[in-house]
């Protein structure tokens, strides 16, 4: 499966942002999106994930249109971690991360098929067709009809009984004596561990991560990269946006700089990461800042 960007152009008013991108993201990699502040590496991303429309060019996967898509069969394949969506989120940390799997809850964990290829097949073409016509049929029309009113089975210390992909993602994100915590009492960086739970939790097969590294300690942003050097060697493609070209350098495979005036240069770290190609990027003398592979010697 491959997301891919044909003749691209992305605007910010009258400003050109990106022009004429091709791009193909394939599985297997990590692809690095470096740039300065401004020049559209979020709006490369949402444009990716066809949460908005270019200004010239198209996305498709698997040669059909992303734009076209249901935005739940979309969300089954494409998964986006945007810059701090959550502070509209009043429930439990284990709540958000749950909210990952939806695209493919209502259907045992396979993806929509239905004869209009839409997400909900009922007699009302809604999503939910119970009596109520709302999403949780319960005595209590709640989400989690357990014995202490939460999303976890308490005696088996797994989620809803007998699942357990929401006890892996809150565990790999070392968030399981978190899962009851209102997610608005976390710190930044914990609320952002709880954004990557739930990204995992959607499993999705293409990953596209905007600056995942905000707000998470060295020890966590090490463990995120990580993270998504491992979705890359289970075949999904991986997209993040960063600022630090040593961690490119050790984690993507191919990097994108994105110069903010239409500009952009596409090949693999051992190109691109050059004092000429970084001062180009980011102004005079940035080079300096960076060390190469970790090491005492500048780029």
Not at 84 to 103: C, I, K, M, R
Request: charged share 20%; glycine share 8%; aromatic share 6%.
């Amino acid at each position: 499966m491959s997301l891919a960007a044909h003749r691209l152009g992305l605007r910010a008013g009258r400003r050109t942002l990106v022009d004429s991108l091709d791009l193909v993201l394939e599985p297997g990699e990590v692809l690095g999106i470096l740039g300065p502040n401004g020049a559209g590496k979020s709006t490369l991303l949402t444009v990716l994930a066809g949460l908005a429309l270019p200004a010239r060019g198209d996305v498709t996967l698997d040669g059909q249109a992303v734009a076209d898509l249901p935005p739940l069969t979309r969300a089954q394949h494409i998964g986006l971690l945007p810059q701090g969506d959550e502070d509209t989120f009043f429930g439990s940390v284990a709540d958000f991360v749950a909210l990952g799997h939806f695209p493919f809850a209502a259907t045992q964990d396979k993806p929509f098929a239905t004869a209009q290829d839409k997400p909900f097949a009922t007699a009302q073409d809604k999503p939910f067709a119970t009596a109520q016509d709302k999403p949780f049929a319960t005595a209590q029309d709640k989400p989690f009809d357990t014995a202490q009113d939460k999303p976890f089975d308490t005696a088996q210390d797994k989620p809803f009984g007998k699942e357990s992909w929401l006890a892996t993602s809150l565990a790999a994100w070392e968030l399981a004596d978190l899962a009851h915590r209102p997610l608005a009492t976390l710190s930044g960086g914990e609320r952002q561990r709880a954004r990557l739970a739930q990204l995992s939790a959607q499993r999705a097969r293409i990953v596209l991560l905007d600056e995942p590294l905000t707000h998470l300690d060295p020890a966590h942003q090490a463990r995120l990269l990580e993270w998504a050097r491992s979705e890359a060697d289970a075949k999904k493609a991986v997209a993040l946006t960063l600022h630090d070209p040593g961690w490119a350098a050790r984690q993507c495979n191919r990097l994108l700089f994105l110069h903010g005036d239409g500009g952009w240069k596409l090949g693999p770290p051992a190109d691109l990461l050059t004092s000429t190609a970084l001062e180009a990027l980011y102004g005079p003398g940035t080079a300096a800042l960076w060390r190469k592979n970790g090491l005492s010697e500048p780029v």
